[in-house]
């Protein structure tokens, strides 16, 4: 059986006063607050917690604890309470888009419809501006931004 990696928390008493200030004010989310107080529960120039009562003060699991603390140590220090900024996919549908998505719902429907329905509107949306392909949850949300309805 593989015997855990014990990782200590030292921190600079620059660091320690800068966790401290922001978990009191409530500048911070709780994801923030929380890495935060597991790094001051487990610092060693203070008396440091067990991981487990860590967790159980925190409210967090034991294995959140040793991922911090192992963050921490490989050099992350303080900076690694904040997540770092995610690229996240970029959007399908700009302003020119919506503009086609609700002109194509305000036109009169196709031949042999009464009215526009999802599947209708990406489709012409495909056809008319080149995108490579445009969802109903696509259309829907857009339309529901706007605040129209099909109906």
Not at 85 to 103: F, N, T
Not at 127 to 143: D, P
Request: with cysteine.
């Amino acid at each position: 059986m593989a015997r855990l990696i014990e990782y200590q928390v030292c921190l600079t008493p620059e660091e320690r006063a800068h966790l401290h200030a922001n978990t009191k004010s409530g500048d911070w989310p709780p994801r923030f607050v929380r890495r935060a107080l597991i790094l001051l529960k487990a610092d060693v120039n203070k008396d440091p917690l067990q991981e487990e009562q860590i967790a159980r003060e925190v409210g967090c699991c034991v294995s959140t604890v040793r991922n911090i603390k192992l963050r921490f140590a490989k050099g992350e220090r303080v900076t690694m309470v904040q997540d770092n900024a995610r690229s996240g996919r970029p959007k399908i549908i700009d302003g020119k888009l919506e503009a086609h998505i609700v002109a194509t719902t305000c036109s009169t429907p196709p031949e042999g419809r009464l009215r526009w329905t999802l599947e209708l509107i990406a489709d012409r949306i495909v056809a008319l501006t080149g995108v490579e392909s445009c969802s109903r949850a696509t259309i829907q949300r857009t339309l529901k931004k706007m605040n129209l309805s099909l109906g």
